[in-house]
């Protein structure tokens, strides 16, 4: 089996550039944090080296930005309430 090779980054900002452009990260909650991991494709990379120079919809970013931060926030919520049980 070949297994995919990913990327975790804890940056909410990039991640949701990546989002808007297509590649949806999967969330893993940590003690202490919500890590975004990606697939390391092709396509991740044009898309982290493209990132700092892009020209996006502002509209559709922000809403990419708020869906990731309410995701982050009830992974992060859910890991909390499970610690204090």
Not at 16 to 24: K, T, V
Not at 56 to 78: I, P
């Amino acid at each position: 089996m070949n297994k995919i090779k990913t990327i975790p980054t804890s940056d909410l900002y990039f991640s949701a550039y990546a989002s808007f452009r297509g590649i949806h990260p999967k969330l893993e909650r940590t003690r202490n944090q919500v890590l975004f991991i990606f697939p390391l494709t092709d396509e991740f990379n044009i898309v982290s080296q493209e990132y700092h120079d892009a020209q996006v919809d502002l509209g559709a970013y922000v809403s990419e930005l708020r869906k990731l931060k309410a995701q982050m926030f009830a992974e992060r919520d859910h890991v909390q309430n499970s610690i204090d049980r």
